[in-house]
């Protein structure tokens, strides 16, 4: 049965954790009737979190929100591949509405104006296919200290001071926003039916977030190498189609990728970083 329109958020709020994505994959595959669409967990303590790939993401306690929510939208599997951008510019636009010039790095990053990483987004889809496990990840507050990395941002550096909001209200805010995302994304969807790529009407708010678009890219691959382009547009699922800058790798460049005519089509599965 569809979720119904933008329910009310869930969350279950935890001490401290070892990875919320972890928690909630667990529990919802264990008890799915009690993990309903929008239900979440969330710390401002998380241990041992993970990222795209297996990468660690680790801040100091209370510097940030770790949270990990059931989506069971109404779309075919097909189109789960989207969920990822989709979160992410709607976390974007919530981070701009309070003063946070905040835009999205494909395929799963939210980062300021500067380049830095606000937020870090990872889904993952249930064992029964039901729906998927979404994490979120995103900087509140690093303090005096400063960031941990110097790649990293906080949302307290964006706005005056006294102004940071409180974690529930935020998230909550990005839940909510994230809800009414997806119910569009999935209406536009049902209203024409097909092949979703980024010049399809439900993509269109994604496709104003992402910045990485019309920008010079190097994707650093599996195997250790590299090619450099441009990033033209999204393709089916969201895909990136870059514009290769040597031509001549455009059928050998990067395995498993896609020739588009004069642009090769990858999927997150086949790029290790992307770099601005």
């Avoid at 905040?102 to 104006?113: I, T």
């Avoid at 380049?115 to 990872?122: A, Q, T």
């Avoid at 729906?131 to 110097?150: I, K, R, S, W, Y």
Wanted: aromatic share 4%; proline share 8%.
């Amino acid at each position: 049965m569809a979720p119904s329109p933008n329910p009310a958020p869930l969350v279950t709020w935890l001490e401290h954790t070892g990875s919320t994505q972890d928690h909630v994959l667990a529990a919802a595959a264990e008890q799915p009737d009690r993990w309903p669409h929008l239900s979440a967990a969330a710390t401002l303590d998380q241990r041992t979190g993970h990222g795209r790939r297996g990468r660690g993401w680790t801040t100091p306690p209370g510097t940030a929100l770790a949270v990990s929510v059931v989506l069971r939208p109404d779309l075919d599997l097909e189109h789960y591949t989207w969920v990822t951008l989709v979160a992410a510019a709607a976390a974007s636009g919530e981070l701009q509405a309070r003063g946070v010039p905040a835009q999205v790095k494909w395929p799963n990053d939210v980062l300021a104006e500067d380049g830095r990483k606000l937020c870090g987004i990872l889904a993952s889809v249930l064992p029964d296919r039901s729906g998927l496990v979404l994490g979120l990840g995103l900087n509140l507050d690093f303090g005096a200290g400063g960031p941990p990395v110097e790649t990293a941002t906080s949302v307290a550096e964006w706005v005056p001071a006294g102004t940071l909001p409180a974690a529930p209200e935020l998230l909550n805010a990005v839940l909510t926003a994230l809800s009414a995302s997806l119910e569009a994304f999935g209406r536009a969807v049902r209203e024409r039916p097909g092949e979703v790529d980024g010049k399809h009407p439900a993509a269109a708010d994604v496709v104003r977030q992402v910045a990485t678009l019309g920008t010079k890219v190097t994707l650093h691959l599996p195997d250790g190498s590299t090619l450099a382009g441009t990033a033209r547009a999204l393709g089916s699922g969201g895909t990136l189609l870059v514009e290769p800058v040597d031509r001549g790798k455009m059928d050998t460049a990067v395995p498993g990728a896609t020739r588009r005519g004069e642009l090769l089509e990858v999927s997150a599965a086949d790029v290790v970083h992307l770099r601005r």
